[in-house]
């Protein structure tokens, strides 16, 4: 193997790239547009929820206290942003509402609440329990848990204002991820997919052309070999699946205001070795395309595992077991697991080798059947 | 004799096809060799056997004395497909500064070599045109000045001729024939029978075979034709008659 036709192979590439500004496009917006839609779509809690409030309680006096309404307080500690009140008085009035889909829930208040609440209360021995009675519309997960939580929050402020504390109390102290949000439980994944499509579909699309125009044939007439292209192309995509990477995370930084506590270049170091993974799966995929238009029909095989089972949107833990073993043999897995581990934890190379020794293993191997599929037409 | 291109029962199988079936060629140093015949005679897999691009089921093959298949003979021929086979997104001299560099030529000497032979094929003003630009025949001028680039004293082309115009076709041939003063081995497919008479000897190829071999003169005579088109039918009855 000589560098300096590897390198000649690399400055093709990037020559190429150059040349063509859709291709540049691609390469440098893909990134910003995936973080800035993904930012925007997921950065964002449910918010502006319609909730109809029916609120019979009539309110009560506690002996040597005021008169209170615990429901009214509990109704002004529900988190405004989340939930958009309405109040009604017709139970089935409201109900028609959610069914109608007006709102999508309706949280109703019984006429004795804050009595019961505190005859309950002053009582040990009872065993009674007062309700709050919520008719939702729980066909989307994420606003029923909205409601649910902003609800619960309530509660428990409004318990603790008026002294009735809980016997249990959970305290919160987080390990890792202090004050991250979803977003940044997200970023890695981006930047693991978006690497893994773009260099995979470039070096897929870029390799079907050498194949087709016939200059992948004229090239292996000349001294350069098939180790000599793969390397050339890997060095190539490495760099651009670096720059995508740092690209996404600059976005993500000045726009999602994101957190990272770790060592960036180790995140990009698992990136890159992705991308070089990916360039060799788009020189394999090449090898059964004879046309550009044939390549394009592999690009639902490439999208959806990642996608579906790499750990990239959702954790590898949200998916069914028998599945997971399929997660592991999906490269981007480790790829978002490490770059993951990284940001958030601020793991070292130390907690995240097992994950680049998989990429590597991956790379080695991918590499070695790109290189046999150029060997093959020989025959 | 000294051969640049020797085969020995050369045989190539493609599942069920055969492609070059027994073939013996000997082309000597020096020598611009024809090879005729239609579509599917085997000529374009006899190139690709030569430069190392597929390998032969059967005999043997030699090009300057190492037995191929050998990368170490990548670097003495020059191979020019039937495609134009150039990076259509990058410009002529980017393609050409690729292939110099893949044959290891120092820098300093690239730019004078470009400029030398994109003068002769009358392309040095579109150096910085992107190949998707140019018309077919430029390409194809583009494509052999890339042939060129290392000096190869060997060059195998691919039916070099096809869509490029009479008056441009007539100045490749004096370039193969100043080529061949310096020494240069030339193996070239045609379609063109014109051209087939400027080379110093011509194998008719047919199914596989080499079924007639000599100097243009020579084969109109043993033939007993005007061209040498009826001599190509003339040869291929014969095989037929042989056959049965």
């Known amino acids: 193997m000589k560098l300096y036709r590897v390198l000649a192979v690399t400055k093709r590439v990037f020559s190429d790239m150059r040349n063509d500004k859709r291709t540049l496009g691609l390469i440098f917006l893909a990134p910003i547009l995936a973080m800035t839609v993904f930012g925007l779509a997921f950065s964002g809690d449910v918010e502006d929820v319609n909730v109809i409030i029916v609120n019979h309680d009539e309110g009560f006096t506690v002996p040597g206290r005021d008169f209170t309404s615990l429901s009214d307080e509990i109704i002004s500690n529900l988190d405004g942003k989340t939930v958009n009140l309405q109040y009604m008085n017709n139970e089935d009035e409201a109900l028609g509402k959610v069914e109608n889909g007006k709102a999508y829930a309706v949280i109703i208040f019984p006429d004795k609440f804050t009595e019961d609440v505190y005859k309950n209360a002053v009582n040990p021995n009872s065993s009674e329990t007062t309700d709050i009675t919520i008719k939702a519309d729980e066909s989307i997960v994420n606003v029923k848990n909205a409601i649910y939580g902003t609800l619960a929050d309530a509660l428990t402020t409004t318990m603790d204002n008026e002294g009735f504390k809980s016997p249990i109390n959970i305290n919160e102290d987080p390990v890792y991820g202090k004050d991250a949000e979803f977003i940044d439980f997200f970023v890695p994944g981006i930047m693991a997919f978006v690497v893994y499509l773009l260099t995979t579909l470039l070096t897929l699309i870029s390799f079907v052309g050498e194949r087709v125009s016939g200059t992948l044939e004229r090239i292996l007439a000349t001294p350069v070999t098939e180790g000599e292209i793969v390397a050339g192309y890997g060095i190539a995509f490495s760099i651009v699946g670096t720059i995508q990477a740092a690209i996404l995370l600059a976005v993500g930084i000045l726009a999602f205001d994101i957190i990272i506590v770790g060592n960036v270049l180790l995140a990009f170091l698992a990136i890159a070795l992705l991308a070089i ?69 601020g793991w070292g190379l130390d907690m995240i080798w097992t994950d680049i020794v998989a990429l590597i293993l991956f790379a080695v191997a991918f590499i070695a059947i790109a290189i046999w599929s150029l060997k093959r037409k020989k025959g | 004799m000294d051969y640049a291109i020797k085969t020995s029962s050369l045989v190539k199988i493609f599942e069920d096809f055969t492609a070059v079936n027994n073939l013996n060629l000997q082309v000597q140093k020096g020598e611009i060799y024809g090879l005729l015949g239609p579509n599917g005679a085997g000529k374009t897999t ?37 495609e134009t086979a150039l990076y259509i997104g990058l410009t002529v001299h980017q393609n050409m500064e690729f292939y110099a560099k893949l044959f290891g030529i120092k820098k300093s000497e690239i730019k004078e070599k470009e400029k030398h032979l994109l003068e002769f094929v009358d392309l040095y003003d579109w150096r910085n045109e992107l190949v998707h630009n140019l018309s077919g025949g430029m390409k194809h001028r583009a494509s052999l000045a890339c042939t060129l680039i290392h000096n190869p004293p060997v060059l195998f082309l691919d039916e070099p001729t096809v869509g490029v ?29 014109d051209e087939a008479r400027r080379c110093d000897r011509v194998g008719f190829m047919n199914q596989g075979k080499l079924i007639a071999e000599s100097t243009p003169e020579e084969l109109l005579i043993k033939a007993g034709t005007d061209s040498l088109e009826d001599a190509f039918l003339e040869f291929s009855r014969r095989q037929k008659n042989e056959a049965l």
């Not at chain 1, 394009?296 to 073993?325: D, H, K, N, T, Y």
């Not at chain 2, 190392?52 to 089921?57: A, D, N, S």
């Not at chain 2, 100043?178 to 379609?191: A, P, S």
């Open chain 2, 165 to 193: 115009d009479p008056e441009l076709r007539i100045s490749f041939w004096n370039y193969f024939n100043k080529l061949k003063e310096e020494g240069i081995t030339i193996l070239i497919t045609t379609h063109y029978m």
């Open chain 2, 46 to 82: 006899t190139i690709k056997i030569l430069s190392g691009l597929l390998t032969p089921t059967s005999g043997e093959a030699y090009v300057l004395g190492n037995r191929i298949p050998d990368k170490k003979i990548a670097s003495t021929i020059g191979y020019m497909p039937q």
């Open chain 1, 277 to 345: 993974v990916c360039q060799s799966l788009g020189i394999l995929l090449s090898s059964l395309a004879n046309r550009v238009e044939q390549a394009i029909q592999f690009i639902p095989f490439v999208v959806l595992p990642a996608f579906l089972l790499s750990g990239i949107f959702w954790p590898v833990e949200a998916i069914p077991q028998w599945l997971r073993l399929l997660s592991y043999l999906v490269p981007p897995t480790y790829a978002a697991n490490a770059s993951r581990a990284v940001m958030l934890k």
